[in-house]
Nanobody
Framework: EVRLVESGGGLVQAGGSLRLSCAASGFTFGATYMTWIRQPPGKGLERVANISPSGNTFYSEDVKGRFAVSRDNTKSMLYLDLNSVKTEDTAMYYC????????RGQGTQVTVTP
């Protein structure tokens, strides 16, 4: 059974930083693309970043240069470093298995205050 558990969300001031973590189990993490997704209040799901099994990354234009996705295949852990956050980064953040949004965790809330 695929299990993804996000953590690390919270309240942060604009311009600040935060690290999100995702613990994965139930599949071969080291051989799987992983994705960070977010859902801003009142809006749909949007892709934030992808990372390949070997560490190649892709970012949406909204976060490029500010966020960094990484992974530790030895620990089956996925990370998202949020830097220079803006109020528009406020959202529920999810990690997802693969490049679709189907298999994702319960999410962790990030709220950016002015």
């Amino acid at each position: 059974e695929v299990r993804l558990v996000e953590s690390g969300g919270g309240l942060v001031q604009a311009g600040g930083s935060l690290r999100l973590s995702c613990a994965a189990s139930g599949f071969t993490f080291g051989a799987t693309y992983m994705t960070w997704i977010r859902q801003p209040p009142g809006k749909g799901l949007e892709r934030v970043a992808n990372i390949s099994p070997s560490g190649n990354t892709f970012y949406s234009e909204d976060v490029k240069g500010r966020f960094a996705v990484s992974r530790d295949n030895t620990k089956s852990m996925l990370y998202l470093d949020l830097n220079s956050v803006k109020t528009e980064d406020t959202a529920m953040y999810y990690c997802a298995k693969g490049t679709s949004f189907t298999d994702r965790g319960q999410g962790t809330q990030v709220t950016v205050t002015p």
